[in-house]
């Protein structure tokens, strides 16, 4: 996850399995204990390089978040827990009533973006739709939520809690950051 740009836990565990020839059944790690290590290996191996990118990608994700700001956007992923790699995006998260009105935006703006669907099924707490994007050269991944779902707390697999921020979070950290 920290050489090859994997953000993808399920993806991670399987071609390590495969790389160790163990097979994808074998008792692998959780999420929890992956991200441990991860923080633990971009500390040992990647330290200054890593706070710097980390410091661009949240002044970037502010950028990008002020741009969308009348749809008030969350960060989320990587970015915010501050486990980012070489080849991170920045997740964002939008709660509207018409989640098509993102859409409109972004393409009356001249946003050339590419629509996916979730991986999973839409379910109570999953993104109706996947927005990528470029924004000032960095990639973005837009989740687009029914507005609803904006006051549960969404889940990892795992059963952890998805932390999101607003842009005055995001502004916080970065300021505590450049103190310490």
Not at 4 to 33: F, M, S, V, W
């Amino acid at each position: 996850m920290a050489e090859d740009g994997i953000n993808d836990y399920g993806l991670a565990k399987r071609k390590a399995a495969r790389q160790l020839g163990a097979a994808e059944t074998e008792a692998l790690p959780n999420n929890a204990e992956i991200e441990e290590e991860l923080r633990a290996y971009q500390a040992l191996y990647q330290g200054e390089e890593q706070r710097e990118r980390l410091a661009d990608l949240r002044r970037t994700a502010l950028k990008a978040m002020a741009y969308l700001g009348e749809f008030h956007p969350y960060l989320t992923g990587p970015v915010l827990d501050g486990t980012a790699g070489r080849f991170a995006s920045i997740d964002l998260e939008i709660f509207a009533e018409d989640t098509k009105s993102v859409e409109l935006f972004l393409l009356s703006h001249g946003v050339d973006y590419r629509l996916e669907m979730p991986h999973h099924p839409a379910t109570a707490d999953g993104p109706e739709s996947l927005l990528q994007f470029y924004f000032d050269e960095t990639p973005v991944s837009l989740a687009l939520y029914d507005s609803v779902a904006e006051r549960s707390k969404r889940r990892h697999r795992d059963g952890r809690i998805v932390n999101r921020a607003r842009a005055e979070s995001v502004m916080t950290l970065l300021q505590a950051e450049s103190t310490s």
